[in-house]
């Protein structure tokens, strides 16, 4: 469900955080979501407002954190728990969202293809 951990290719054998698929029988490829995550102006290209789109939903989460906090100052102590762990939940699904976007972009159109893998964010994984 969520993203694998495996080498990046054109950075030196890196590992990373990887959104997987199958693009035809036997091929599958891998998008480095965790680059396209920390900069999410390379996904500008693919499509516009898309750094605005993962940035929002960055401080979304990192709101419902400080709510959480801050409930747990003036409610209830344990509040702090469900803000922790909806702001990691919604980080990790943050980033598989910039993979998904790379995925329907790179499915969907040769040269947004090609971008990807020009840029180092897109490659063939060997079985």
């Given amino acids: 469900m969520f993203l694998k951990v495996s ?30 995550y920390r900069e999410p102006h390379l996904l500008n290209y693919l499509e516009a407002k898309n750094k605005l ?3 929002a939903l ?12 801050l409930g747990a100052f003036f409610l209830a102590w344990w509040l702090w728990v ?4 909806l702001c990691a939940l919604m980080l990790s699904v943050n980033r598989k969202s910039a993979g998904e976007i790379a995925r329907t972009a790179a ?14 964010a897109l490659w063939l994984v060997r079985a």
Avoid: W
Avoid at 82 to 85: I, M
Avoid at 108 to 120: A, E, K, M, P, V
């Fill in 53 to 55: 789109r993962i940035r």
């Fill in 107 to 120: 499915l969907s159109s040769n040269s947004s293809f090609l971008y990807l893998h020009t840029i180092g």
């Fill in 82 to 85: 469900p803000g922790v762990a």
């Fill in 7 to 36: 080498p990046n290719p054109h950075a030196g054998g890196r590992l990373t955080r990887t959104l997987q698929f199958e693009a035809s029988p036997g091929q599958t490829y891998a998008i480095d979501a965790e680059r396209l």
């Fill in 58 to 69: 960055d401080v979304a989460a990192y709101a419902i954190l400080v709510f959480g906090v």
